[in-house]
């Protein structure tokens, strides 16, 4: 099993479109776990961590599910300028540093 | 304002050189990491430092060296060695435990010509 896995799409919304993204992890003695975003050309930013009990910062929402290792990636309303590359982050099973998915594709049109 | 410079942000390489990438950090970051991106993939782990004047190998070390003299700076040498080294290379730091996430660089794209 890869230490994280995405779909890495695209996935293909209309603007206001509710999207969700799942990633798996191997490491099950993670206690940090990520979301970041990549646009083209980019480095990656710092979406927001995810926590056990899930949280959500405006239109976007994280969960943990630690029985089934996944995270999910919720984006309400969604915007044109949503338009990137998400990546699930979690530690690698060694514990010495950030692991990154390849990434899930997002395009929005209008 | 602080945060993570590399520098260049392009850089050609000939066959057989060695060449450095440069990332200096005014956070005050005990750990850094390199980071290595083909296109459409995943970042891979080169090597990680954790503090000064000791660093790790990561998941392709294979041809790269670092140093970390000073805890701001933690550059990276590509050598002749490194088979297929043309990919955008990004530089990270954090403070310790993992717990609040990474802050990158705006990264080095090497191309071999």
């Known amino acids: 099993r890869k230490e994280v896995e995405q779909d890495p799409g695209p996935f293909n919304v209309p603007e206001g479109a509710t999207v969700a993204f799942n990633c798996t992890y191997s490491?099950?003695?993670?206690?940090?776990f990520f979301w970041y975003r990549q646009d083209c050309r980019k480095e990656p930013k710092l979406l927001m961590s995810?926590?056990?009990s899930g949280n959500e910062d405006g239109r976007f929402t994280a969960q943990l599910n630690r029985a089934s290792q996944y995270i999910s990636l919720l984006i309400r309303d969604s915007k044109l300028s949503d338009s990137a590359t998400y990546l699930c982050?979690?530690?690698?099973?060694?514990?010495?540093?950030?692991?990154f998915g390849k990434g899930t594709t997002l395009s929005v049109s209008s | 304002d602080g945060g993570i410079t590399q520098s260049p942000k392009y850089l050609f390489r000939k066959e057989g050189q060695n060449v450095t990438l440069s990332c200096e950090q005014n956070?005050?970051?005990?750990?850094m990491y390199w980071y290595r991106q083909d296109p459409g993939q995943g970042l891979r782990l080169i090597y990680y430092?954790?503090?000064?004047?000791?660093?790790q190998k990561g998941d392709i070390a294979e041809g790269y060296s670092v140093s970390r003299e000073k805890k701001e700076s933690f550059p990276l040498t590509v050598t002749s060695a490194q088979k297929n080294p043309t990919a955008f290379y990004l530089c990270?730091?954090?403070?310790?435990?993992?717990?609040?996430?990474?802050?990158f660089g705006s990264g080095t794209r090497l191309t071999v010509v």
């Open positions: 990270a730091s954090s403070t310790p435990g993992h717990y609040y996430g990474y802050t």
């Open positions: 490491n099950s003695a993670s206690q940090s």
């Open positions: 995810v926590y056990s």
């Open positions: 982050v979690t530690l690698n099973q060694a514990g010495t540093a950030l692991i």
């Open positions: 956070l005050n970051h005990d750990a």
């Open positions: 430092s954790q503090i000064v004047n000791d660093f």
